[in-house]
Every structure is written in structure tokens, then in C-alpha cells.
């Protein structure tokens, strides 16, 4: 693909609504078209100096954001959870069961491993490594940041609460082991009488983090946001960033790359009141006017 034919294809696609929505689509949705372009131009061995400069199609994306910003369109993001409402979701596990050992699973996962929800579906139990005394780590065969599948490796530290990141594995790999279980999908479908079945999808990790938000009252955020499993994603980077962590700690634990500006956009500061910048200066007394009469 040329320059040319990049920018084209981009200038019609703006001006094309979305089959799904009928709305145009968001300049994150068109920014990942680039990119998917340019990818698949690196898989064909095609040599750089032949690659389509994707900066005017980028400069007619940003154009369109703000187009669609001026028109009074926003980005949606998910509500985020706290420790506190993580927690609650976990207490809403019936771990006597091999269904509710999986959703603690998924629910305390979210949170240390970052996942994008696809990638935690795909992952098999081969990819899962406990380390005595420290924690877990989980592979990531490939990612979006991770083009070329090298994989990549995210340590969960070992924690002595609800939220523990080897518990949650161990008990849940036990339980699958007592069923022939060994291999295969982390992630399983289970029925109410904690059949296995074959391996669980995307849109159903979201809707057992969804339901289990839905049960702790944290389905839904002060604004009328509604939590979702990218939400936990957010809700991950969010509580490290309240905890001390550095950005590239952040960047490196989520798989974003360690240049990119989106992981930004994932932290989500909670106490935009009393966190506020200007919260803390200091009051002037107003000036009283004299208002006798002589």
C-alpha cells in the first residue's frame, strides 16, 4: 500500500459510519487501522523505505477527533473499581465451587496482570508459573504492543489477603486437576453443577467481572459509568498509580509500550476533589465594605 492509497483509505473511512453503530468511527478505532497496516506491511518482509508513511493519514485522524469533539461527541471509558470494591467482588465467589474459583480468579487476576480481556481468555495453563515465595508470573505469548510475538512475562507478588494472586491460581488449578483437567485453557466454560467445558471467551470474562461488580454494588460509579472488564484494566493501573508506582512500572506491568502515551489514559485519579490542584489554596477573606451611613 502507498502513502496515497493509506490516506485515502483513511479519508473515506471517516466519512464512512460504522456498520455497527451507524455513528463515523473514533479516531482510536482508525489510529488502530494505521497501525494494523504498517504491521502487516513488517509480516510481509516488506522493507521500511517501502512502507506508507502513515503521517497524513494521521494528521486527517486528529483533524477528526476534533471535529467529533467540537460536535460534542466523547470518549466513552469504563468506571473504575477500588481495593475496597475488588475485594467486595471476591467475597461474591462461592470458592466451595470450581465455577466461583474461576470468577476469583478473573476478578483478582484483573487487577495485578492488567489484561486486556482477549489476551487473559487465550491464555493456556502452561502459561502460568508460581515462584516460592514470591508470586506468579503469566505469559503473554503475543499483545498488541508485541507485533512480533516474543512474548512476554507479568509477575504478580504474592499477597496475604483476599486478593491474592497465587491462591486464587493454585486452588483454581487444583480443582481443574481433580477433574483431568491439566492442560489447555485457563479459562474454562463451568455450569451450575461445575462442568467443564472448553475454553471461556472474551465477552464472557467481561460478563462475570460485570456481574460480580453488579453483586458488590460497584457496577456503576458516582457518574453513571458503568464498570467493565476494560475498566479493570484501568482500575489496575489506577491503584498502582495511587500506590507510588512509576510510569514505566506501569507501562511494563500492563505490556504498553514503554514510549507510549495511552497508558496515561488508564489512570483514572479518584478524589478529584479534595486531590484537586487548587483544592489547598488558602482562602482570602473578602474584603467587608462599610455600608453605615454617615
Not at 7 to 30: F, H, M, Q
Not at 216 to 227: H, I, P, R, T
Request: with cysteine; glycine share 6%; proline share 5%.
Amino acid at each position: 500500500m502507498t502513502t496515497e492509497t493509506l490516506t485515502e483509505w483513511i479519508r473515506v473511512t471517516i466519512d464512512t459510519p460504522s456498520d455497527k453503530t451507524g455513528e463515523p468511527y473514533g479516531a482510536s478505532a482508525l489510529g488502530q487501522a494505521v497501525a494494523a497496516v504498517l504491521a502487516a506491511h513488517t509480516w510481509a518482509r516488506v522493507p521500511v523505505d517501502r512502507h506508507p508513511d502513515p503521517r497524513p493519514a494521521r494528521l486527517l485522524i486528529k483533524a477528526h477527533k476534533k471535529r467529533l469533539a467540537d460536535s460534542g461527541r466523547r470518549v466513552k471509558k469504563s468506571a473504575t473499581v477500588d481495593l475496597d470494591g475488588f475485594t467486595a467482588m471476591v467475597q461474591q465467589c462461592d470458592t466451595t465451587t470450581l465455577r466461583g474459583l474461576r470468577d476469583r480468579l478473573i476478578a483478582v487476576w484483573s487487577i495485578w496482570s492488567m489484561p486486556r480481556r482477549k489476551e487473559f481468555a487465550a491464555r493456556v495453563i502452561l502459561d502460568v508459573v508460581v515462584v516460592p515465595r514470591k508470586g506468579v508470573r503469566l505469559f503473554f505469548a503475543s499483545s498488541k504492543t508485541d507485533q512480533a510475538a516474543e512474548g512476554e512475562w507479568v509477575t504478580m507478588p504474592r499477597r496475604h489477603d483476599l486478593l491474592d494472586p497465587v491462591t486464587a491460581w493454585t486452588e483454581y488449578r487444583d480443582a481443574l486437576a481433580e477433574r483431568g483437567v491439566t492442560e489447555g485453557a485457563v479459562l474454562r466454560r463451568i455450569d451450575r453443577w461445575d462442568n467443564v467445558g472448553d475454553a471461556l471467551s472474551a465477552e464472557s470474562v467481561n460478563d462475570i467481572l460485570q456481574a460480580l461488580a453488579d453483586k458488590a454494588g460497584v457496577l456503576y460509579d458516582e457518574n453513571g459509568l458503568k464498570f467493565t472488564a476494560h475498566g479493570a484494566r484501568a482500575s489496575g493501573a489506577t491503584i498502582a498509580d495511587e500506590n507510588g508506582a512509576s510510569a514505566a512500572a506501569i507501562r511494563k506491568q500492563g505490556r504498553w509500550s514503554p514510549n507510549s502515551k495511552v497508558a496515561d489514559g488508564y489512570i483514572r485519579p479518584r478524589d478529584e476533589w479534595d486531590g484537586n490542584a487548587m483544592a489547598k489554596i488558602p482562602t482570602i477573606p473578602a474584603q467587608r465594605t462599610n455600608t453605615t451611613e454617615n
